[in-house]
T-cell receptor, first 112, second 115 residues
Framework: QQQVKQSPQSLIVQKGGISIINCAYENTAFDYFPWYQQFPGKGPALLIAIRPDVSEKKEGRFTISFNKSAKQFSLHIMDSQPGDSATYFC???????????FGTGTKLQVIP | GAGVSQTPSNKVTEKGKYVELRCDPI?????LYWYRQSLGQGPEFLIY????????DSGLPNDRFFAVRPEGSVSTLKIQRTERGDSAVYLC?????????????FGPGTRLLVL
C-alpha cells in the first residue's frame, strides 16, 4: 500500500528556475511531514518539515506548501542550482516515535 | 561530530547465506531505526529501537530478519537464509529522542547484493 504518493518521478529544471514536487497522502493519522534530500551513495538528509496546522513553511530557497483538506503537500525550490541535483523524498509520520513513511522519490536535475 | 556509520559499506553474498549488518548511531542518541531502500524507491521502515528494546518491528518482512541493540548503542541487523529479493540498501538512522519532530540522521547505508 502506497500511503504517500509522489510526483513527478523525475524533473529537469534550468538553473535559476523553480522546481516543484508534489505529494499526496491517504492516512489522516499522519501528523508530521518531512522532506528528505538524498545524493548518490548517501543516506537521506532532512531538508525541511511541516506540521499540518501550518499551511506554508519557508527556509531559504525551500518552501513547503500544505493543504490539509486535500491531503496534499508540495516542495518548491526557488532559484534552483546545479548543486540541488539530487533525489527528493516527501514523507509522513504518525505516532509518538516518528516511523517515517517515504514517497517514491523525485530525481531532480538542474542544468546550467 | 561523527554521524551515523554503517559497516560494511558493501556486502556480496550467496543465496542461502547469513549476513550481519552493523550500525553505529550518533553518540547519545536513544532512538535507532532500520530502513530498506530498493533501487529507485523510497526507504521502507523495518524496525525501531528505543534504548535496548525493539519498540516496533512491524516492518520486518519475515522471520529471516532480526535486529538487536544489546547495550542501547550499536545495532546489528541479521538476515538468515538470504534470498535474491533481499538485495537492497539497508539504511540505519538515529535520533536524540523519539517523538514527533525529532530529526532522524541517516547513515550512508550498506549495499547488500545476494547472488
Amino acid at each position: 500500500q502506497q500511503q504517500v504518493k509522489q510526483s513527478p518521478q523525475s524533473l529537469i529544471v534550468q538553473k535559476g528556475g523553480i522546481s516543484i514536487i508534489n505529494c499526496a497522502y491517504e492516512n489522516t493519522a499522519f501528523d508530521y511531514f518531512p522532506w528528505y534530500q538524498q545524493f548518490p551513495g548517501k543516506g537521506p538528509a532532512l531538508l525541511i518539515a511541516i506540521r499540518p496546522d501550518v499551511s506554508e513553511k519557508k527556509e531559504g530557497r525551500f518552501t513547503i506548501s500544505f493543504n490539509k483538506s486535500a491531503k496534499q503537500f508540495s516542495l518548491h525550490i526557488m532559484d534552483s542550482q546545479p548543486g540541488d541535483s539530487a533525489t527528493y523524498f516527501c514523507a509522513a509520520t504518525s505516532g509518538g516515535y516518528q516511523k517515517v513513511t517515504f514517497g517514491t522519490g523525485t530525481k531532480l536535475q538542474v542544468i546550467p | 561530530g561523527a554521524g551515523v556509520s554503517q559497516t560494511p559499506s558493501n556486502k556480496v553474498t550467496e543465496k542461502g547465506k547469513y549476513v550481519e549488518l552493523r550500525c553505529d548511531p550518533i553518540s547519545g542518541h536513544t532512538a535507532l531505526y532500520w530502513y530498506r531502500q530498493s533501487l529507485g524507491q523510497g526507504p521502507e521502515f523495518l524496525i525501531y529501537f528505543q534504548g535496548t528494546g525493539a519498540a516496533d518491528d512491524s516492518g520486518l518482512p519475515n522471520d529471516r530478519f532480526f535486529a538487536v541493540r544489546p547495550e542501547g548503542s550499536v545495532s546489528t541487523l541479521k538476515i538468515q537464509r538470504t534470498e535474491r529479493g533481499d538485495s537492497a540498501v539497508y539504511l540505519c538512522a538515529s535520533s536524540l529522542r523519539s517523538g514527533r519532530g525529532e530529526t532522524q540522521y541517516f547513515g550512508p547505508g550498506t549495499r547488500l547484493l545476494v547472488l
